[in-house]
């Protein structure tokens, strides 16, 4: 079955540090890979997917994720953290079934200390 | 301005009461999907709709329901069976298979 890892529940950086949070997944095909925003009581917001070619994918805010098929993991980077980007990020494989059903991640919840 | 929105924004539930959340979209999306969101547990799929008429279960759709009469329009029904529906519930819809989900911003369901 299709899996979506984020081993790290809770991620504390400095604001202007790098930033890497981790992604792995499971799953028997060249998958779909997304990267979603969370605030507190909001929507999901997109911040960049991989569907197929360059492997590097930029996204908005300055973000940017590496699919690695060896690894089975799509990481998200972002060089230097800003206070706004405190909230929850998860990480979604598919589709998973018909339907373009999603898999997500259990999320990780970054803060940011100023 | 095109998107997605869910109403109300907080609900309440009384026991053996069943409650219906609203999902509307304006962008002419054919799939439309609900989740559920508890705390360290992530998305859960409930229900998709892939088109008008038809709708299929997701992974937890014990005690919900759903209707996709209208393109547009996709609402979730929590009835009485739910025995736990204190979550936070989102909506979203994509062009088809294989494209990117969009979200609503959410409805959070508390029960009295």
């Known amino acids: 079955a299709q899996s979506v890892t984020q081993p790290d529940i809770h991620i504390t950086v400095s604001e202007g540090a790098s930033l890497e949070l981790r992604c792995n997944y499971s799953?028997?095909?060249?998958?779909?890979l997304f990267w979603y925003v969370q605030s507190p009581g909001q929507g999901l917001q997109l911040l960049l997917k991989?569907?197929?070619?360059?492997?590097l994918v930029q996204g908005i805010k300055g973000f940017e994720a590496e699919f690695k098929r060896s690894q089975s993991s799509f990481n998200l980077r972002k060089p230097s953290v800003h206070w706004s980007d405190a909230a929850e990020y998860f990480c979604?494989?598919?589709?998973?079934?018909?339907?373009?059903?999603?898999?997500f991640g259990t999320g990780t919840q970054l803060k940011v200390e100023l | 301005d095109g998107g997605i929105t869910q109403s109300p924004k907080y609900l309440f539930r009384k026991e053996g009461q069943n409650v219906t959340l609203s999902c509307e979209q304006n962008?002419?999306?054919?799939?439309m999907y609900w989740y559920r969101q508890d705390p360290g547990q992530g998305l859960r799929l409930i229900y998709y709709?892939?088109?008008?008429?038809?709708?299929q279960k997701g992974d937890i759709a014990e005690g919900y329901s759903v209707s996709r009469e209208k393109k547009e329009s996709f609402p979730l029904t929590v009835t009485s069976a739910q025995k736990n529906p204190t979550a936070f519930y989102l909506c979203?819809?994509?062009?088809?298979?294989?494209?990117?989900?969009?979200f609503g911003p959410g409805t959070r369901l508390l029960v009295l």
């Open positions: 962008l002419n999306h054919d799939a």
């Open positions: 991989y569907f197929s070619g360059d492997t």
């Open positions: 799953y028997g095909a060249t998958p779909y």
């Open positions: 709709s892939q088109i008008v008429n038809d709708f």
């Open positions: 979203a819809s994509a062009t088809g298979t294989k494209e990117t989900q969009y």
């Open positions: 979604a494989v598919g589709p998973t079934g018909g339907g373009n059903k999603l898999t």
